[in-house]
T-cell receptor, first 116, second 109 residues
Framework: GAVVSQHPSRVICKSGTSVKIECRSL??????MFWYRQFPKKSLMLMAT?????????EQGVEKDKFLINHASLTLSTLTVTSAHPEDSSFYIC????????????FGPGTRLTVT | AQRVTQPEKLLSVFKGAPVELKCNYS??????LFWYVQYSRQRLQLLLR??SRESIKGFTADLNKGETSFHLKKPFAQEEDSAMYYC???????????FGAGTRLFVKA
C-alpha cells in the first residue's frame, strides 16, 4: 500500500526558533497533501491543503505566515513553524492523495512538536 | 457549515457484543462519508467509505441521508477492534476532509 513518512517523528525547539517538518510519499506521487494538527484527546484539525507547484490553501484561523507550507515536488511537502511558541506544541500529521479524484488519504505517522 | 459529530468519546463493550459508533454530519450537498481507524501506536488508516457499501473487518456503515447519520456497526466485537475511530466527511466540491472528534472503542475480554 501507499506509504507516507514524516520527519522528524518528534522535535523539541526553543521559543522563537523555527522548525521544519517533512512529509514524503514514498511509493506514489502525491498531487495533494494535507496538514493536520491534533490536540490532546481531540480530533484532527485541518490546517491547510497543498497542491504540488502551487500555494497552499489555509483553513480559516490558521496563520499562513506562521505555518509555512511548501509542496515543491510530487513526493515532498514541508511545514515550517516559524517563531515557535509553547502554544504551538502539538502533534502534526500530514496525509497525501494521488489525485483530486482519489478518495483515499494516506496518513503519515505524525510529528510531535514541543516548544520550550 | 460542514460538521461531523461523534457524540461518544469512549465506548466500552464486552467481546462478542454488538457495537455501534455514532456519527452525524451536516453538509449542504451530497457528501462522501468515511470511517478511519487508528490502532494503538499506528497511523490513521481508512476503514471504509459509504460509496463502496462493503464490510471491512466485520464493520458496516450505512449512510442515512434523512437522519444525516453514518453510524458504524459490528454485530460481534473482538478485542482487536479496540482502537480510535474517526468519522469523516469529504467535500465533494473540493477534496478536503473534515474529521469528527473520534470515539475510542474498548472491547473487554
Amino acid at each position: 500500500g501507499a506509504v507516507v513518512s514524516q520527519h522528524p517523528s518528534r522535535v523539541i525547539c526553543k521559543s522563537g526558533t523555527s522548525v521544519k517538518i517533512e512529509c514524503r510519499s514514498l511509493d506514489f506521487q502525491a498531487t495533494t497533501m494535507f496538514w493536520y494538527r491534533q490536540f490532546p484527546k481531540k480530533s484532527l484539525m485541518l490546517m491547510a491543503t497543498s497542491n504540488e507547484g502551487s500555494k497552499a490553501t489555509y483553513e480559516q484561523g490558521v496563520e499562513k505566515d506562521k505555518f509555512l507550507i511548501n509542496h515543491a515536488s510530487l513526493t515532498l511537502s514541508t511545514l515550517t513553524v516559524t517563531s515557535a511558541h509553547p502554544e504551538d506544541s502539538s502533534f502534526y500529521i500530514c496525509s497525501a492523495t494521488s489525485g483530486r479524484y482519489s478518495y483515499e488519504q494516506y496518513f503519515g505517522p505524525g510529528t510531535r512538536l514541543t516548544v520550550t | 457549515a460542514q460538521r461531523v459529530t461523534q457524540p461518544e468519546k469512549l465506548l466500552s463493550v464486552f467481546k462478542g457484543a454488538p457495537v455501534e459508533l455514532k456519527c452525524n454530519y451536516s453538509y449542504s450537498g451530497s457528501p462522501e462519508l468515511f470511517w478511519y481507524v487508528q490502532y494503538s501506536r499506528q497511523r490513521l488508516q481508512l476503514l471504509l467509505r459509504h460509496i463502496s457499501r462493503e464490510s471491512i473487518k466485520g464493520f458496516t456503515a450505512d449512510l442515512n441521508k434523512g437522519e444525516t447519520s453514518f453510524h458504524l456497526k459490528k454485530p460481534f466485537a473482538q478485542e482487536e477492534d479496540s482502537a480510535m475511530y474517526y468519522c469523516a466527511l469529504r467535500d465533494t466540491g473540493g477534496f478536503k476532509t473534515i474529521f469528527g472528534a473520534g470515539t475510542r472503542l474498548f472491547v473487554k475480554a
